[in-house]
Nanobody, 120 residues
């Protein structure tokens, strides 16, 4: 069984920063892409940032220049550094990872979500 556990959400004023972390644990052979999604009330879940196992990154336009995704392959962790936060960044943030477990095809796993609230 594979688990993703997020941490680092909270309440911050506009212009502030937060750092989200996600650790994958369990029976893991390898992890391909990892990413962060978010879902605001009444909106669809959207991909915020993604990073391959080789370190290539991609961001949704609204966070480019403000957010930075990184990962530590040895520790099976992924981080999202969020700077210059805006009220529209308020959402539940979910960690996602494409994991190969022993005897299983690669499949996507999700964390439980962490709330990020940015006050104006």
């Amino acid at each position: 069984q594979v688990q993703l556990v997020e941490s680092g959400g909270g309440l911050v004023q506009a212009g502030g920063s937060l750092r989200l972390s996600c650790a994958a644990s369990g029976s893991i052979v390898s992890i391909n892409a990892m990413g962060w999604y978010r879902q605001a009330p009444g909106k669809q879940r959207e991909l915020v940032a993604a990073i391959t196992d080789g370190g290539s990154t991609d961001y949704v336009d609204s966070v480019k220049g403000r957010f930075t995704i990184s990962r530590d392959n040895a520790k099976n962790t992924v981080h999202l550094q969020m700077n210059s936060l805006k009220p529209e960044d308020t959402a539940v943030y979910y960690c996602n990872a494409d994991v190969q477990a022993p005897g299983w095809r690669i499949r996507a796993y999700w964390g439980q979500g962490t709330q990020v609230t940015v006050s104006s």
